[in-house]
């Protein structure tokens, strides 16, 4: 069902610090800060040859990053994003499976402009996994 890794989200307490990070130590390409205020966060993606990072820094008050951050100050793996071809079919077929979809079970439009949905971490390894229609 799963394809392509699409991309590994990292929340971080200072966004300009760790876009450096992954810039200048890691010698990385990365985009500017990029506000999605309808997701609550301010994401740099980071583009790798085989996938990308994507960093997450809380915006507005009610962003889902500030409560991870704190639990985790230092900032930490958030979520991965698998790709799947159709999104309404996986959705399906994995809570046939027992699988829990967060929110109201519906895809929403995600960061990159294509439907996304959030698997509850508690079914998946402790891992909160996006699926994104590729
Ligand atoms: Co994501």
Redesign the pocket.
């Known amino acids: 069902m799963i394809g392509r890794l699409n991309?590994v989200?990292i929340a971080v307490p200072d966004l300009k610090a760790a876009a450096a990070l992954y810039r200048d130590t890691l010698g990385a390409r990365v985009s500017a800060p990029q506000p999605l205020a309808e997701h609550g966060v301010t994401t740099v993606f980071v583009d790798l040859a085989n996938t990308r990072i994507?960093l997450l820094h809380p915006l507005g008050a009610q962003s889902p990053i500030s409560r991870f951050l704190e639990r985790h100050p230092t900032g930490g793996v958030h979520?991965v994003?698998y790709e799947v071809e159709d999104i309404l079919a996986a959705r399906d077929q994995l809570t046939a499976q027992g699988a829990r979809v967060l929110g109201d079970g519906e895809p929403r439009t995600?960061?990159h402009g294509k439907p996304v949905l959030f698997l509850h971490p508690a079914d998946f390894c402790g891992t909160l996994v996006?699926l994104e229609q590729a």
């Open positions: 991309h989200a994507e979520h994003c995600g960061a996006e």
